[in-house]
């Protein structure tokens, strides 16, 4: 017996028993915990989707603008609470948002709560914000041994509604991408890249060892790139940005042969100011400086090497196209006041200023390839509103001294060694040229 009393087998066995318990309860508890980090991030999300559905709506009532495709049909507190929804929470018995993920019938002891609204100032900064606030009340479990008996579980975003783009764009593209490949260079830092494409590659970089991009972009959908960090300084997930010169593409596309008083069959293209008329010739020679506002009804090929220069407007009708290929030096700069045929209305015309090339020709998968020499420029705004532009080859396309190119396409694609310059573009909000400049908001996460 007095051996047994002695005994100290099993001693360190039973201490660790002892010790065991509260352990496991602390690990209990660092898991309970960490589902509250699980609910942290998954209310942040929809409190960051709250806030900047909100600002886009808030944002699309201010741009004022037709062409936007935002939907104003309900208010920005709506749209705030259907982006929470659509992450799973929402207010009591307010389920019914579209595209919603909320439970009609919560577990016993969760609640939730959805709160957005409006603020005229953020950390002392005036402005227009969007504020939401999401949290979920749960009970706790073995938090109740500290004094826990429900854990509330919130957080707040804040999205601002910039006036306008920080600058306007000199590249847009209306439906698909803009896509960079090859050793491209843009140098636009005074006017932006857009795309209003809302795939996950709105803005493309494939690549990117050669790529040089310096300009603010913007896009509807996401940015990829293969390799570098191009995609760094893209704003993604914006609103869409309306096309300036839809009106000009209204107009301009019902135009017909027959609203022109006279039809130049010569080889050589005449301006509307001298002669009335539409130029019919398929591949006109242009031999001369070019000075006026030129319609055709033709497809015009402009191959190998020629050199045109001058002060223009070339507009290609329904059914009409322009092809370059070779390497032509083309030096143009567009009209600062077209004229043509009295169906063109005075507000059209008005648009039209300092409109270089309209060539509304129907969608093709090829579209309107662009090619040229190291000297040639642009200076105006290329308009190609339903199929796609590629700037290929060793192009550039620049503005001379303080002018400014801009090109709006229904997809934009650099490729090979081209190069767009408009680095000497005026730092000023109407830079691209009156009447091609969209008046848009942005929308940013700030908190």
Not at 187 to 208: D, H, K, L, R, Y
């Amino acid at each position: 017996m007095r051996k047994l009393l002695r005994s100290r087998r099993g001693s360190v066995a039973f201490a660790t028993s002892i010790a065991l318990v509260p352990a496991v309860g602390f690990m209990a508890l660092g898991g309970e915990a960490a589902s509250w980090y699980v609910t942290k991030q998954r209310v942040q999300g929809a409190a960051d989707a709250a806030a900047y559905a909100g600002a886009l709506r808030l944002a699309c009532e201010a741009s004022g603008q037709a062409g936007t495709s935002c939907n104003n049909s309900q208010p920005f507190d709506y749209r705030g609470k259907q982006g929470a929804a659509q992450n799973a929470f929402c207010n009591s018995g307010d389920t019914s948002y579209p595209g919603s993920k909320c439970s009609t019938s919560l577990p016993s002891g969760i609640s939730q709560s959805v709160q957005v609204a409006s603020l005229a100032s953020w950390n002392g900064t005036p402005g227009t914000f969007v504020q939401a606030t999401v949290s979920q009340q749960q009970p706790a479990y073995l938090a109740k041994v500290l004094g826990f008996s429900t854990i509330n579980v919130a957080a707040t975003a804040v999205a601002s509604v910039a006036n306008g783009l920080e600058k306007p764009p000199c590249v847009l593209a209306l439906k698909d991408p803009v896509t960079f490949q090859g050793s491209a260079t843009v140098s636009s830092p005074t006017c932006g890249i857009s795309s209003n494409s809302t795939a996950a590659n709105a803005i493309g970089f494939i690549g990117n060892s050669g790529i040089s991009v310096n300009a603010p972009s913007y896009t509807v959908g996401g940015c990829s790139q293969t390799g570098g960090s191009q995609c760094t300084g893209v704003q993604t997930y914006q609103q869409p940005i309306p096309d300036p010169l839809s009106a000009v593409n209204t107009a301009l596309s019902a135009l017909k042969t027959s609203d022109f008083p006279n039809k130049n069959s010569g080889s050589t293209p005449l301006p509307y100011e001298t002669c009335t008329c539409y130029n019919s010739t398929n591949n006109p020679t242009f031999s001369a400086p070019l000075n006026g506002t030129y319609y055709f009804s033709g497809n015009v090929k402009i191959n190998n090497n020629p050199t045109i220069t001058g002060t223009a407007t070339l507009i290609f009708l329904a059914g009409a196209s322009l092809t370059i290929t070779g390497t032509p030096t083309i030096q143009l700069t567009a009209m600062s006041a077209p004229t043509g045929p009295s169906k063109l209305s005075a507000s059209v015309l008005a648009k039209m200023a300092k409109l270089l090339i309209y060539d509304g020709e129907a969608y093709t998968k090829q579209g309107v390839n662009i090619s040229g020499t190291s000297n040639s420029y642009f200076n105006g705004t290329v308009y190609i509103p339903n199929t796609p532009v590629t700037y290929g080859g060793n192009s550039t396309s620049s503005a001379p001294g303080t002018g400014c190119y801009q090109v709006i396409a229904y997809a934009v694609s650099f490729t090979g060694n081209t190069t767009l310059d408009n680095s000497k573009c005026p730092n000023s909000s109407g830079s691209p040229g009156s009447g091609a400049e969209p008046g848009v908001q942005t929308v940013l996460l700030v908190q």
